[in-house]
């Protein structure tokens, strides 16, 4: 049965707030981040910095330098989290039915409510002009019979607008869709698709799952089903996690692989402390290190693994530095995690499964 999906995107979020708050910054570039003087990043921006080519996860200074009048403002997460309280309470006059992916976007299922003649055009153009009037930003939203093509269409006409995928306009939008647009495809998949000459989601459609599995692993198959408009996903009111990590940006770079392996002592606690937080249900089954260089490129290096250990994280680590020992500015350790409660991991082994929560539990 086809749903009624919206996907809403705050425009700008952090830098919407603050410009809302201060209205001689209206007009300006704003930048939500840290400091250029202590190797800060920009957490966001607004649409007058990015016409300067300012971005996310660009650091400080290098955004300063693309736009000298940058206006750079410290974040102030608890407003933005005041803020995106009153968001989500003007959604549950909608629907209960909310899935939040972060601070400023969530899906809203709308299949099911009596409200504007249950018509989700409706409802998503009520969202936005309720958070206009009485939140005082703006925000996007996408409707779509599913989760994929709904964030995809709220990203159609940003900033502050709305894009409506009706169920028998599916097949032509996918069609025409770009490959890029789908979550997933980084640069280096994209490139590979280029080679095969594979642009758009019509060009994908006519490998088999077999080929796809064959060129894109573990990913052919969702590929398989994106590439035609199908995302079968319901909107989750409770996310459980995939994974959870730590992770430091350092004033002054970590330069040699002795310093990497002492901030590894001080990451490892708050990584055992977070994975303490989580419910009974949650086993490790993957360790990961993250490094950021001091030119900004990120690697990362995995391995399967049931535990917490220091020495497999070390071991990952020296995997990088082997492989480019530069200097890093940011160091991650994290985990990824089994969920015995998702129904998408089947209990094959329900032993496993009996044994694992008794010694979770010990």
Same mark, same amino acid.
């Given at each position: 049965?086809?749903?009624?999906?919206?996907?809403?995107?705050?425009?700008?979020? %952090?830098?919407?707030?603050?410009?809302?708050?201060?209205?001689?910054?209206?007009?300006?570039?704003?930048?939500?981040?840290?400091? @250029?003087?202590?190797?800060?990043?920009?957490?966001?921006?607004?649409?007058?910095?990015?016409?300067? #080519?300012?971005?996310?996860?660009?650091?400080?200074?290098?955004?300063?330098?693309?736009? @000298?009048?940058?206006?750079?403002?410290?974040?102030?997460?608890?407003?933005?989290?005041?803020?995106?309280? =009153?968001?989500?309470?003007?959604?549950?006059? +909608? !629907?209960?039915?909310?899935?939040?992916?972060?601070?400023?976007?969530?899906?809203?299922?709308?299949?099911?409510?009596?409200?504007?003649?249950?018509?989700?055009?409706?409802?998503?153009?009520?969202?936005?002009?309720?958070?206009?009037?009485?939140?005082?930003?703006?925000?996007?939203?996408?409707?779509?019979?599913?989760?994929?093509?709904?964030?995809?269409?709220?990203?159609?006409?940003?900033?502050?607008?709305?894009?409506?995928?009706? *169920?028998? =306009?599916?097949?032509?939008?996918?069609?025409?869709?770009?490959?890029?647009?789908?979550?997933?495809?980084?640069?280096?998949?994209?490139?590979?698709?280029?080679?095969? #000459?594979?642009? !758009?989601?019509?060009?994908?459609?006519?490998?088999?799952?077999?080929?796809?599995?064959?060129? +894109?692993?573990?990913?052919?198959?969702?590929?398989?089903?994106?590439?035609?408009?199908?995302?079968?996903? *319901?909107?989750?009111?409770?996310?459980?996690?995939?994974?959870?990590?730590?992770?430091? !940006?350092?004033?002054?770079?970590?330069?040699?692989?002795?310093?990497?392996?002492?901030?590894?002592?001080?990451?490892?606690?708050?990584?055992?402390?977070?994975?303490? $937080?989580?419910?009974?249900? %949650?086993?490790?089954?993957?360790?990961?290190?993250?490094?950021?260089?001091?030119?900004?490129?990120?690697?990362?290096?995995?391995?399967?693994?049931?535990?917490?250990?220091?020495?497999?994280?070390?071991?990952?680590?020296?995997?990088?530095?082997?492989?480019?020992?530069? *200097?890093?500015?940011?160091?991650?350790?994290?985990? $990824?995690?089994?969920?015995?409660?998702?129904?998408?991991? *089947?209990?094959?082994?329900?032993?496993?499964?009996?044994?694992?929560?008794?010694?979770?539990?010990?």
């Amino acid at each position: 049965m086809s749903r009624k999906i919206i996907h809403v995107d705050c425009d700008c979020f %952090y830098a919407a707030v603050e410009v809302r708050d201060e209205p001689r910054l209206r007009g300006r570039p704003v930048a939500v981040g840290g400091d @250029p003087q202590r190797r800060g990043v920009i957490a966001t921006c607004n649409y007058p910095a990015r016409d300067f #080519g300012v971005r996310s996860a660009m650091s400080s200074a290098h955004a300063l330098r693309l736009c @000298p009048e940058l206006v750079i403002l410290r974040p102030d997460f608890d407003k933005y989290r005041r803020v995106s309280a =009153q968001i989500q309470d003007i959604f549950r006059t +909608f !629907t209960p039915i909310i899935e939040p992916l972060s601070l400023d976007e969530a899906f809203l299922d709308v299949s099911e409510s009596p409200l504007h003649s249950n018509s989700a055009t409706r409802i998503a153009e009520a969202i936005r002009q309720r958070v206009r009037d009485n939140v005082g930003i703006t925000v996007s939203a996408g409707v779509a019979p599913n989760k994929f093509l709904a964030k995809v269409a709220s990203d159609w006409r940003k900033p502050d607008g709305l894009f409506v995928i009706a *169920p028998d =306009q599916v097949s032509a939008f996918v069609a025409a869709l770009p490959v890029t647009r789908i979550f997933g495809v980084g640069r280096v998949t994209a490139e590979k698709m280029a080679l095969r #000459g594979i642009r !758009t989601c019509a060009d994908l459609q006519p490998l088999s799952r077999l080929e796809l599995a064959q060129q +894109f692993g573990s990913f052919g198959e969702r590929l398989y089903h994106l590439c035609r408009g199908e995302d079968d996903r *319901p909107v989750q009111t409770s996310r459980r996690r995939k994974s959870v990590s730590v992770e430091e !940006t350092y004033h002054q770079d970590l330069t040699h692989f002795s310093d990497w392996l002492r901030e590894l002592e001080a990451l490892m606690p708050r990584l055992e402390q977070r994975l303490d $937080r989580l419910d009974s249900h %949650y086993l490790v089954q993957g360790l990961t290190v993250k490094v950021r260089y001091n030119d900004f490129r990120i690697v990362s290096a995995d391995q399967t693994e049931a535990a917490l250990d220091k020495a497999v994280f070390e071991h990952l680590l020296r995997q990088l530095w082997e492989r480019h020992s530069a *200097p890093v500015r940011l160091l991650g350790i994290g985990a $990824r995690l089994r969920d015995l409660k998702s129904p998408q991991q *089947p209990d094959l082994f329900p032993e496993e499964k009996e044994r694992a929560l008794r010694e979770k539990r010990q």
